[in-house]
């Protein structure tokens, strides 16, 4: 496993470019079973968890290829596998966005439940209940769903217990194929789930109300061949500017849409970060001591839960003291202990984080636990004194294309060390 080894305390500055969202582009690559025909997408980011997407959708029978420029094509004509196997599944929780469109097209799907992770149970029993609420029968035995609806999905109503992000995509999906109308009640308003109900509209499906809370699907008989273009990562751009905010510097991220992130930004406003935004770049820049801002992770257009680490690390060193409540998963708070390795001033009561502000983080050797939290460990490398070692950076790959080289374009002192050089073996001599 490889580590990260950043040597800490440079203002960073300079332009970087966002990739496309990882969030957006799960959901769209499952779309592209819906159609019987080929689909091109644009701007899909070169990591892991796409790798596993892919994989996933060429085992069930899907034609899948990269061309030169780093376009990915699908042809799903010839897929005839509706199936989600675990071996594929335990790597990627995301695979379950694959249930819809296969029940949607096949009228039968067998899905690995996904399994928790470091975060939370991360349960599916809204994507579950809401295929049923369309005819579906459902048998979860041996860790699988088994979905069946061999005369079709029908339009229903659903009205989502809380807000669950890939609920409303798995179900979109669902009912762009179905019989009649859906109605998705209490829905996402992500601008991933804006992204997908845009692109499954231009190839032919009838969706209303995405980027409210009310959301309705017409169900056609199919779905066109066309393109798919993911939006910027706006959790890739939140990071880069935290990373400006934290070190004293200045980033501009190219590529990207302010619109996607206004709680973010205007929680840098009230740290004392001077933000300046244009059609499609934002610009961070911090030239006085952070502020401290008190945080409350909830659904979109609230502040993203997926930024809470990061703001966190920087909350570390801002004049003051500040509270963090995760609202939305139970256990984000893995990257707390390792902060407070680095001299962070941290307690912890329930879901609330009450962080006080040191004058100065230092280097240690951290642990990654999860995408994000590894996200708020690189941060908090890049203020700190000293060296900073994270290990288990496999995290940081699922989310984050060539961090290491973005940040040192940004004048980060920040290296990979692979496996074969850290390990620390020792001669010991067998006992006589
Ligand atoms: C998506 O996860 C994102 N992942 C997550 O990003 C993000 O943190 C999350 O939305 C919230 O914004 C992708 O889009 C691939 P939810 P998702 O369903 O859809 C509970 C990252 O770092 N719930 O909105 O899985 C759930 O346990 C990742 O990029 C149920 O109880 O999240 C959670 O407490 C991490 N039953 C809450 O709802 C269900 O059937 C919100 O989860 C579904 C969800």
Not at 89 to 109: D, E, I, N, Q, Y
Not at 215 to 228: L, Q
Not at 266 to 293: F, H, M, N, Y
Not at 317 to 336: L, P, Q, Y
């Amino acid at each position: 496993m490889d580590n990260i080894i950043i040597r800490g305390g440079t203002p960073l500055s300079g332009s970087v470019e966002a990739s496309g969202a990882k969030n957006a582009a799960l959901p769209l690559l499952a779309a592209s079973i819906l159609v019987e025909g080929p689909v091109v997408y644009h701007r899909i980011p070169h990591l892991k968890d796409i790798t596993t997407m892919m994989t996933l959708i060429s085992y069930q029978g899907a034609e899948v290829a990269f061309d030169d420029r780093s376009c990915i094509h699908i042809d799903a004509t010839s897929a005839d596998k509706p199936e989600a196997p675990y071996e594929l599944v335990k790597t990627m929780r995301a695979s379950a966005l694959v249930l819809g469109p296969l029940l949607a097209r096949f009228g039968t799907a067998k899905v690995s439940l996904p399994g928790g992770c470091a975060i939370g149970a991360r349960p599916i029993d809204m994507h579950l209940k809401g295929l049923e609420a369309m005819g579906a029968t459902i048998n979860v035995e041996h860790g699988y769903v088994e979905a069946n609806a061999p005369k079709g999905l029908k339009g229903a109503t659903i009205v989502f217990d809380q807000v669950t992000v890939t609920g409303t995509e798995n179900l979109m999906m669902a009912a762009v194929l179905a019989d009649g109308e859906t109605v998705l009640e209490n829905a996402a308003r992500e601008p991933e789930v804006v992204n997908l109900a845009a692109s499954l509209r231009d190839l032919g499906a009838v969706i209303e109300g995405d980027g409210s809370n009310r959301i309705v699907i017409r169900g056609v008989s199919s779905i066109n061949s066309g393109a798919m273009t993911a939006i910027p990562d706006r959790i890739e751009v939140a990071t880069y500017l935290a990373a400006a905010m934290i070190t004293g510097g200045d980033i501009t991220v190219t590529q990207s849409d302010a619109k996607a992130l206004k709680a973010f930004l205007a929680r840098a406003a009230d740290a004392g970060v001077t933000v300046e935004t244009g059609k499609d770049w934002i610009r961070c820049k911090a030239d006085q001591r952070l502020k401290p801002v008190n945080i409350h992770t909830q659904p979109h257009p609230g502040f993203p839960t997926d930024l809470q680490a990061q703001f966190m690390a920087m909350m570390c060193i801002a004049d003051g003291a500040c509270t963090i409540s995760e609202t939305i998963f139970e256990n984000r708070f893995m990257h707390v202990q390792e902060l407070v390795r680095m001299g962070a001033d941290i307690q912890l009561d329930g879901h609330t984080a009450i962080v006080k502000g040191v004058a100065k983080l230092s280097g240690a050797p951290v642990m990654a636990t999860d995408l994000r939290a590894s996200a708020s460990l690189v941060l908090a490398g890049l203020a700190a004194e000293g060296e900073t070692k994270i290990s288990r950076v496999y995290h940081i790959d699922r989310g984050y294309e060539r961090i290491e080289e973005k940040l040192m374009k940004l004048g980060a002192n920040i290296k990979r060390q692979s496996a074969s050089e850290h390990q620390i073996t020792g001669n010991i001599p067998l006992y006589a």
